[in-house]
């Protein structure tokens, strides 16, 4: 959608799907990070925060944020909680902070949760106004739903320092092909270097896909040892897409849980952009054939346990740990698969593909 000139605005399919996601993640990471820093405390950073709701729904991700921090789970613990949340939008800002007011007023907050609006620019907001709540001690989970794609890359190479931190970017597809046309220092902003520039020497079919892989790698460049990248798409075949950074293997789990978990939401399609021969598949009606594709290739180069399989679909594909095996169960099934070591569990349990006679 164009970027909104005026303090409210409709909410599309694609922002509803990605506040469901949201909420669905932050039900595990409140009550686990709060968990485990009790004694530092945990921050939530909304770099791109709006104006608290909108013209269809008074549903939002700093909204979404407060209702998860505020639930007994959480709270119970006693864990100090932060909530940073950054608007460059003067009149966005003020009405997120009076929306805030109304909605989760100070009497019923706990004592533990402290909320502050900043009017400003992420990029040059962000450090103080998480020092100014001593969010520095502790880990910080960065939601950077900006327009287009304009996170600066500082962002999230400082997050990324942060011990047990993590990061949910997002961009909207055609910004990444009009990246050719960009000045260098809007490109370099972005990608934290200038490898993207070989993005004008490519075939347009090439662009995007160069782009995307390259704004992976920079995460992982960053300090982030998994990145989870998926692609949504609307009924008009628009595209937006989301980049989750993260040293935790558990914490791509549970995304990965919520992601799969986005029913009800009309119009909305998934796929892993880094597989180009993928079809665009509702959740609800899932593709399994690339997952299929995926362990035949890997055991074409060698034996596999379950066990790496798993790990390999849960690090490196949109899809979790629990459909592998039943992928891996129908190609044994199909005679393209054979399991030659047996064993009580998934690292004892090795595959191989069947020799084919031509």
């Known amino acids: 959608m164009a970027v909104p000139t005026g303090v409210l605005w409709e909410r599309d399919p694609h922002t509803a799907a990605k506040h469901t996601l949201l909420r669905r993640y932050l039900d595990a990471w409140f009550p686990i990070m709060a968990s485990t820093f009790r004694d530092v405390g945990i921050t939530f950073l909304d770099g791109f925060a709006g104006p608290g709701k909108y013209t269809n729904t008074s549903e939002s991700s700093p909204a979404i944020a407060m209702e998860r921090a505020m639930r007994g789970e959480v709270t119970s613990l006693g864990t100090r909680t932060r909530l940073v949340?950054?608007?460059?939008?003067?009149?966005?800002?003020?009405?997120?902070?009076?929306?805030?007011?109304?909605?989760?007023p100070q009497s019923v907050r706990p004592p533990g949760l402290v909320a502050r609006v900043h009017h400003g620019e992420c990029v040059d907001l962000y450090e103080q106004a998480i020092a100014s709540v001593g969010g520095w001690v502790g880990p910080v989970f960065a939601n950077?739903?900006?327009?287009?794609?304009?996170?600066?890359?500082?962002?999230?190479?400082?997050?990324?320092?942060?011990?047990?931190?993590?990061?949910?970017?997002?961009?909207?597809?055609?910004h990444f092909v009009r990246f050719v046309n960009l000045e260098h220092q809007t490109g370099e902003r972005v990608f934290g270097n200038s490898d993207w520039r070989g993005v004008g020497d490519l075939p347009t079919e090439e662009k995007r896909?160069?782009?995307?892989?390259?704004?992976?790698?920079?995460?992982?460049?960053?300090?982030?040892?998994?990145?989870?990248?998926f692609e949504m798409l609307d009924e008009g075949g628009r595209s937006l897409?989301?980049?989750?950074?993260?040293?935790?293997?558990?914490?791509?789990?549970?995304?990965?849980?919520?992601?799969?978990?986005?029913?009800?939401?009309?119009?909305?399609?998934?796929?892993?952009?880094?597989?180009?021969?993928?079809?665009?598949?509702?959740?609800?009606?899932?593709?399994?054939?690339?997952?299929?594709?995926?362990?035949?290739?890997?055991?074409?180069?060698r034996e596999q346990s379950m066990e790496e399989l798993r790990q390999h679909a849960l690090l490196e594909t949109i899809y979790k740990?629990?459909?592998?095996?039943?992928?891996?169960d129908a190609l044994v099934a199909e005679g393209k698969v054979e399991q030659v070591r047996t064993g009580r569990s998934y690292r004892e349990r090795v595959f191989a593909r069947t020799q084919q006679l031509f």
């Open 321 to 328: 740990q629990a459909h592998v095996k039943p992928r891996v």
């Open 241 to 301: 897409y989301q980049f989750f950074g993260t040293n935790s293997e558990t914490a791509v789990e549970k995304f990965k849980d919520g992601l799969w978990e986005v029913d009800g939401v009309s119009g909305q399609r998934f796929r892993d952009p880094r597989d180009p021969n993928q079809l665009a598949f509702d959740i609800l009606e899932p593709d399994f054939a690339p997952l299929e594709n995926t362990i035949l290739e890997l055991l074409d180069e």
């Open 85 to 104: 949340l950054i608007e460059e939008h003067r009149g966005r800002s003020e009405h997120l902070q009076s929306h805030l007011d109304a909605r989760f």
């Open 209 to 229: 896909p160069f782009l995307l892989d390259l704004y992976r790698l920079a995460l992982r460049a960053a300090g982030f040892d998994h990145v989870l990248t």
């Open 144 to 174: 950077l739903d900006g327009w287009g794609a304009d996170v600066d890359y500082r962002i999230v190479e400082r997050i990324a320092q942060q011990r047990s931190s993590e990061v949910l970017v997002t961009f909207q597809g055609q």
